[in-house]
């Protein structure tokens, strides 16, 4: 048996079957979801899935017709979803310690520009099979200003312009980054906290701060659930997910961090420098 839990506790849930299959998907609609480079999805009988907590917090988005989202609406994770009949579990691997090795690659012609695969496992242009599924579409984007980086949450209520370079991206693989966005790691570039102008929806970000932490805060919107930029005004920084990112930033992750807290089920196969906790 495997248990996830979202950032905050109110939900938590349990697999006991074991899944027919897992999938990293590079999907836009994830990508925005997440606020990462890709979602993790074990696909579980329903039979095998028990909810352990009320469902009090849990919120459901329709991006579009026959599909949705469910996240927590307290702490912004992404958590478990039902295909339609129900019969089926869609379950966020990234809030799961353990869990089973991954299949493939899916919807990699969506895949972020920032994001390099360097594994061996298979990969797929959209979906694996003959079976439809609905994607989100990659958001079109005219009249780029120049020195400027774009990004949006999944509905497109929060829109924001990134006017500095960035100063660091780090892939975070800490038990805290994984559940807040229920990915496999999260990837966070960093700018002055003056170098994010929200254009519309700041007043729709939800802010959770984990009580037990000194500074872990994930920023969402309250309609879609997806990761947004925070502002640190304290510290003087900003804290941007990735995969909330319209345009190509032109740069990739410097290197991975808390690797001593990495799920075990996923590798790390590429070339960046690793560190146990923070770099030296």
């Given at each position: 048996m495997s248990e996830g839990t979202c950032l905050c506790g109110s939900i938590r849930w349990s697999v006991t079957a074991q899944p027919t299959g897992s999938s990293h998907c590079h999907c836009s609609?994830?990508?925005?979801?997440?606020?990462?480079?890709?979602?993790?999805?074990?696909?579980?009988?329903?039979?095998?899935?028990?909810?352990?907590?009320?469902?009090?917090?849990?919120?459901?988005?329709?991006?579009?017709?026959d599909a949705e989202r469910a996240f927590c609406s307290r702490c912004g994770s992404v958590v478990p979803d039902f295909s339609e009949d129900g019969e089926t579990a869609y379950v966020p691997a990234g809030s799961h310690n353990e869990g089973p090795a991954v299949d493939i690659h899916i919807f990699v012609a969506s895949k972020a520009p920032w994001f390099?695969?360097?594994?061996d496992l298979p990969q797929y242009a959209e979906f694996s099979s003959d079976e439809q599924?609905?994607?989100?579409p990659d958001k079109p984007l005219t009249d780029k200003p120049e020195g400027v980086i774009r990004g949006s949450c999944l509905c497109n209520a929060v829109q924001f312009e990134i006017?500095?370079?960035?100063k660091f991206i780090h892939n975070c693989h800490c038990s805290r980054c994984r559940r807040a966005r229920s990915a496999a790691f999260t990837?966070?570039?960093?700018?002055?906290?003056?170098?994010?102008?929200?254009v519309s929806g700041e007043s729709n970000?939800?802010?959770y701060k984990l009580p037990e932490a000194k500074f872990f805060t994930h920023a969402?919107?309250?309609?879609?659930?997806?990761?947004?930029?925070?502002?640190?005004?304290?510290?003087?920084?900003?804290?941007?997910?990735?995969?909330?990112?319209d345009d190509d930033p032109g740069v990739k992750p410097d290197d991975h961090i808390f690797v001593g807290s990495k799920a075990g089920w996923y590798d790390i196969t590429d070339d960046l420098p690793q560190f146990e906790k923070y770099p030296e």
């Open positions: 609609m994830c990508r925005k979801a997440h606020g990462a480079a890709f979602g993790t999805y074990n696909t579980v009988d329903a039979a095998g899935f028990e909810w352990l907590t009320d469902l009090d917090t849990l919120k459901i988005y329709e991006p579009a017709p390099d695969i360097t594994d599924l609905q994607v989100h006017t500095e370079p960035f990837t966070n570039g960093f700018t002055s906290s003056d170098g994010v102008k929200f970000i939800k802010i969402f919107c309250q309609t879609c659930g997806s990761g947004v930029p925070r502002l640190d005004a304290d510290r003087g920084i900003a804290v941007i997910p990735l995969g909330s990112l």
